[in-house]
């Protein structure tokens, strides 16, 4: 299986801060790559497919780069809104896997 | 609007079963290939399994966690895609997920891979001792 790492584990900011979380496959899984919001007592939201395709509604400050084994998930001007774990999730084979997630939290 | 309603759940005793079930509405039911992801408490996300659609005669895997214990299958009918739970685990205690994967490239052999876009609210199974 593909294994997922995520980093970091979490991260503090602050509302306006420019947020970075890296994601690393074990082996190249092309740009077949989600990254998901998460919210405590919510269901996942997708924000990026294909590695850097925003999903529709999704606000534009949320971008994704990377291909292969390297991504990252890049928040710029952090909003109130945006404090929760953010997971990637390769979707290349028949058992699509996750990353450990990040927590982004408050400075 | 796109929607999934979740229902089942609560809790049993170790070794016991359940059975969850998710409701599509507002979008082609039969299109698309269905999955369940767990949370549990503390922990992160973990995929579960996948159902196919009828074309590929709703084949199924599954994660290593639960095969052999749990069971998905549908009914486009209904519009509905289930998680049959059995020989559950203390481990099993989770925030239970169904999702909806949207196609984005095929393997050549016919299957098709994606993300997940629409996602149930999620339903609480407890298991105790």
């Known amino acids: 299986d593909i294994q997922m790492t995520q980093s970091p584990s979490t991260l503090s900011a602050s509302v306006g801060d420019r947020v970075t979380i890296t994601c690393r496959a074990s082996?190249?899984?092309?740009?077949?790559l989600a990254w998901y919001q998460k919210k405590p007592g919510q269901a996942p939201k997708l924000l990026i497919h294909?590695?850097?395709g925003l999903q529709s509604g999704v606000p534009s400050r949320f971008s994704g780069s990377g291909s292969g084994t390297e991504f990252t998930l890049t928040i710029n001007s952090l909003q109130p809104d945006d404090f929760a774990t953010y997971y990637c999730q390769h979707y290349n084979y028949f058992s699509p896997g996750f990353g450990q997630g990040t927590k982004v939290d408050i400075k | 609007e796109m929607q999934l309603v979740q229902s089942g759940g609560g809790s049993v005793q170790v070794g016991g079963s359940l059975r969850l079930s998710c409701a599509a509405s507002g979008f082609i039911f039969s299109d698309h290939y269905m999955d369940w992801v767990r949370q549990a408490p503390g922990k992160g996300l973990e995929w579960l399994g996948r159902i196919r659609i009828k074309i590929l005669s709703f084949t199924t895997e599954y994660g290593a966690s639960v095969k052999g214990r749990f069971t998905i299958s549908r009914d486009d009918s209904q519009k509905s895609v289930y998680l049959q739970m059995n020989s559950l685990q203390i481990e099993d205690t989770a925030v239970y997920f169904c999702?909806?994967?949207?196609?984005?490239?095929?393997?050549?052999?016919?299957?098709?891979?994606?993300?997940?876009?629409?996602w149930g609210q999620g339903t609480m199974v407890t298991v105790s001792s």
């Open positions: 082996q190249s899984i092309g740009i077949w």
């Open positions: 294909k590695a850097s």
């Open positions: 999702a909806r994967v949207v196609g984005h490239y095929s393997d050549g052999s016919g299957n098709w891979h994606g993300p997940f876009d629409v």
